[in-house]
């Protein structure tokens, strides 16, 4: 359940001119129960009080309400809820400020964080140290310890500053070892400790996606003959284009459907080729393969594994393999870890690319060319930790195959 602080802020979100994506991903709740939190449904509120307003929930709204808009004069006890209400607002709004420019949200915010927030709050609205850590939820010797150490000179400090970049830099996405192998790269000497300690500081954390929705499916029945399975869950591979792994992916977007046909090199991860498209046609899994043999290594002797998938079993599958040599090899029906690399490697590309991302206003087009510019980053700029944290194009090079 979600607390007042976060609704509020959301709604204080939007009536700062914020869409419904970019308050959710301020206040770090899905965009769908912003728009609920809008139209007044609201978590505990009584059917017969939710008023369907673009403000606050009535309660608070009556509470936020000038003094002179009730009849009567305020009693003592009328006026100290109005003005601690009031203090609150100032404060959401100072907060709301903050976090805007950095780009965050509360939930990521470290003591570290809510120290230097806390001190711009009390400079800017002077209200009492006590109201500001209340208000925080932090304690006062969490802020007074944080207040000490900041005071003093912060050795990290130019580091610091590259690590938020690089958060930034990697959509939010790279973890701390990723970090620590670009800073690497870039000649900053720093231990993998030092990295992830200034990342829990700086509330830096990578959010995974945990929602497990029934995809789309490709099955078409037992329209032929099935091939056997010659991987056995045993992906690797010696050389590059020994083993590929195939299948096809669905996104959904408020513009529609995109779906990425992918054959990954099981040698690196490295995707050999792709077709994307607003529908999963047989062309879109020919085109993928078509392209992924383009590239291919003259004189290998590949196997090609796939699910059961129609388009794997269809007449043009089944010819562009027999004409270019290609063993195919099949999943169990129903058994998504029998092809595990690629399940792996879709989930890891929406996971960077795709979810917790605001697609609002983003056409099918301008979707595709971002996913194609993504996916050929990952060959050339996503550096891996199997890889001796190289991308796939510059491991390839460094063991002496052309990229």
């Known amino acids: 359940m979600y607390d007042r602080d976060t609704i509020e802020l959301a709604l204080l979100a939007l009536e700062e001119g914020m869409s419904q994506g970019e308050a959710a991903e301020l206040a770090g709740v899905a965009r769908t129960t912003v728009g609920n939190w809008e139209r007044g449904r609201l978590p505990h509120a009584r059917s017969e009080k939710r008023a369907h307003r673009r ?15 009730k009849e009567g004069p305020l009693n003592e006890v009328e006026r100290a809820a109005y003005e601690a209400a009031m203090t609150e607002n100032m404060l959401l709004r100072a907060v709301l400020d903050d976090l805007k420019g950095a780009g965050s949200h509360p939930a990521s915010m470290s003591n570290r964080r809510k120290c230097e927030l806390g001190e711009r709050l009390r400079a800017a609205t002077g209200r009492p140290l006590r ?3 209340a208000f925080l939820r932090i304690s006062r010797s969490s802020y007074e310890y944080w207040r000490a150490r900041l005071s003093r000179p912060d050795k990290y400090a130019a580091l610091r500053g590259r690590v938020r970049e690089l958060f930034e830099e990697g959509g939010r996405n790279w973890g701390y070892r990723t970090i620590w192998a670009r800073l ?5 000497r720093a231990s993998e400790k030092v990295v992830r300690r200034l990342m829990r500081e700086e509330g830096l954390e990578v959010v995974y996606n945990r929602r497990r929705r029934r995809g789309w499916s490709s099955y078409e029945g037992e329209v032929s003959a099935a091939p056997p399975n010659l991987v ?10 020994e083993l590929w792994v195939t299948d096809v992916t669905e996104f959904r977007v408020p513009a529609g459907k995109v779906y990425l046909s992918a054959v990954v090199d099981c040698y690196d991860g490295r995707p050999a080729g792709w077709r994307i498209g607003p529908r999963p046609t047989a062309s879109l899994a020919n085109g993928s393969l078509l392209d992924a043999l383009a590239a291919r290594r003259e004189g290998a002797r590949t196997v090609v594994h796939s699910d059961r998938g129609g388009h794997y079993r269809w007449p043009g599958w089944i010819a562009i393999c027999g004409e270019h040599g290609l063993a195919r090899s ?8 029998d092809n ?3 399940e792996g490697f879709f989930g890891r590309l929406k996971n960077e690319f795709f979810h917790y991302r605001d697609w609002e206003g983003v056409s099918l087009a301008e979707f595709s060319e971002r996913l194609d510019a993504y996916l050929r980053y990952y060959c050339s700029g996503r550096i891996k930790r199997s890889l001796g944290w190289l991308s796939p194009d510059e491991y390839r090079r460094s063991e002496g195959w052309a990229a």
């Not at 606050?56 to 000038?66: D, E, G, N």
């Not at 099949?330 to 870890?337: L, T, V």
């Open 131 to 133: 109201e500001i850590t």
């Open 55 to 69: 403000t606050r929930p009535p309660q608070r709204a009556a509470r936020m309400s000038a003094p002179d808009a």
């Open 184 to 188: 690497r790269r870039e000649g900053r």
């Open 232 to 241: 056995a869950r045993d992906f690797s591979a010696a050389a590059p284009d």
């Open 340 to 342: 595990a690399a690629c």
């Open 330 to 337: 099949m999943s169990a029906k129903g058994c998504s870890p």
